[in-house]
């Protein structure tokens, strides 16, 4: 059972986010071991931030009591968890894992269940918020588990988020993100769209963007997305294949649980032509690219 | 030529909207003569605000510098200013009409030609914000014409709103109303069908839509109308009837222009199904009853 409140903490995953995140962690005075796929990254951060970079998840798990985990995708997240060498070979007794990557809810339960089985905690507590509310630890941060858990991850997820909500069971955090970001990516595409009509009536395009965003049609992908739309300029704050990872998640979801989500459908085909013309990599504004060449017309 | 600077205005239209409207104006100081289809309406209006009640718009426009109307579509904007009895026909010189109706910008150009011939002068000015904002006179209001015709519309505009935007010639003001009606039109039928999948899901809504506002999927249409459709509490500030009718608007014009509006047109879809249930005068989150058929769940 865990008592203190000082906690060793492991780190795996040190990407555009990851980095951020950990960085905040050793801010806020947590003792941090790393792990990364390519461990040049975790020596840089462990000089950089005063960590300790370590070879194996494993062997992070071995001085932990908390691992937080922040990769791409659920395949990652069970290698590094629950592969070889993975963080349950080397737990100490009563590690709590804490997943922030996105992974989709079914993924985050069975994880769960496996780590439960060897005596290990989980709580899924997936972000909302690109790179820059990383860097000022402002995430907004939608945990799923048991509340004993949760209550022992919030120092550190307070540490990287500004609101951080305890919302349900495990796999409820990640059925929030991925909902969440199938409205996003929703809005997102009815501003490209929007744009588009703006641009074909003659619109000044600065007067729409600018009455919208004081009106009923606002939106936080209007704000954030119309510019890099406007200037094609897709500089990578979330990338598209990510959303559209999440867009499918999502899909999945709905569809196991026999309800249609058509918005979110219409969003993920053109997220998937975006994709298919190489822009994968790319921030997910790239989609005005395939709504561009729909509408025969060019921002 | 118009050069003083209080002006006698005259104000057709006192519905749900154009009450308040008025009320600023004449609480701004401006003399105000008022007309409504319902004489009733206009002898009460003029009673309760010091006002004047005339029995035509054509009267009306006999003692007004400015004319604003503020009715529900085209063919009442054509009726009141260029019908018989109507704001023509009593036009002093130097007349400016400014019409904010949402009438799409087709009809706006064409009854400003019309207007033109007769020596009036016109400024399409349609609003965004429902009667709370009209109240408070904080609407968003988006002003097209010439500039000259603006400025002399400005003090007026100003009475009722907070943002006032002068965004290009005669028809581009109703051009951005539509586009951004259809914008949120389109957020606030996500809202419905994310809040159905949550549902589904077994997610606590509230930590749902209160993780969403806060993160990549807010938007103005989450804040005002997840509550109301959660609750099926459909009291109308903003007709589902008038939003149907902008949108149709926006898509009319977009395919004159020869360019698609996905989105917003599965928006339209939805919203004509409700309006068959005989929704129609009921606030437009009420869309979220053919969602709830389609996905055979109530929230």
Redesign the interface.
């Known amino acids: 059972m865990y008592l203190g409140m000082t906690q060793n903490v492991g780190f795996i995953g040190l990407g555009i986010m990851g980095w951020r995140m950990a960085a905040n962690l050793r801010k806020a005075g947590f003792q941090l071991s790393v792990w990364n796929r390519t461990a040049a990254k975790a020596k840089r951060f462990a000089t950089e931030h005063d960590a300790i970079a370590v070879d194996t998840p494993s062997s992070l798990a071995a001085q932990s009591d908390v691992v937080v985990t922040m990769v791409v995708d659920a395949p990652q997240v069970e290698r590094v968890l629950l592969g070889p060498q993975g963080v349950a070979e080397g737990a100490r007794d009563g590690l709590l894992c804490c997943d922030m990557s996105t992974i989709g809810?079914s993924a985050a339960i069975r994880i769960a269940g496996a780590l439960h089985e060897s005596g290990i905690g989980f709580v899924d507590a997936p972000v909302?918020?690109s790179s820059p509310k990383a860097e000022d630890g402002t995430l907004?941060i939608?945990a799923g588990g048991e509340r004993e858990h949760f209550e022992r991850a919030l120092p550190l997820l307070e540490a990287m988020g500004e609101?951080v909500?305890h919302?349900?069971p495990v796999g409820?955090g990640q059925?929030?993100k991925v909902?969440?970001?199938?409205?996003?990516a929703?809005?997102a595409?009815?501003?490209g769209?929007?744009l588009?009509?703006?641009k074909?009536?003659?619109?000044?395009l600065d007067?729409?963007v600018?009455?919208?965003s004081?009106?009923?049609?606002?939106?936080?992908?209007?704000d954030?997305k119309a510019g890099p739309m406007r200037s094609h300029d897709y500089t990578a704050l979330?990338k598209l294949e990510h959303m559209l990872k999440d867009l499918r998640l999502?899909l999945q979801?709905?569809e196991a649980?026999?309800?249609?989500?058509?918005?979110?459908s219409?969003a993920a085909e053109i997220l998937q032509a975006a994709a298919d013309q190489g822009l994968g990599e790319r921030d997910f504004a790239a989609l005005i690219e395939v709504l561009e060449v729909?509408?025969?017309?060019r921002l």
Do not use: K, W, Y
Not at 200 to 204: F, I, M, P
Not at 257 to 264: D, E, K, L, M, R
Not at 294 to 297: Q, S
């Open positions: 809810p909302s918020g907004t939608m609101l909500v919302v349900g409820h059925m929030i909902i969440n970001n199938a409205v996003a929703i809005n595409a009815a501003v769209e929007a588009l009509v703006g074909q009536a003659g619109l000044d007067a729409l600018g009455v919208i004081a009106g009923s049609g606002a939106s936080a992908m209007l954030l979330f999502c979801e709905a649980a026999g309800i249609g989500f058509g918005f979110a219409e729909r509408a025969g017309l």
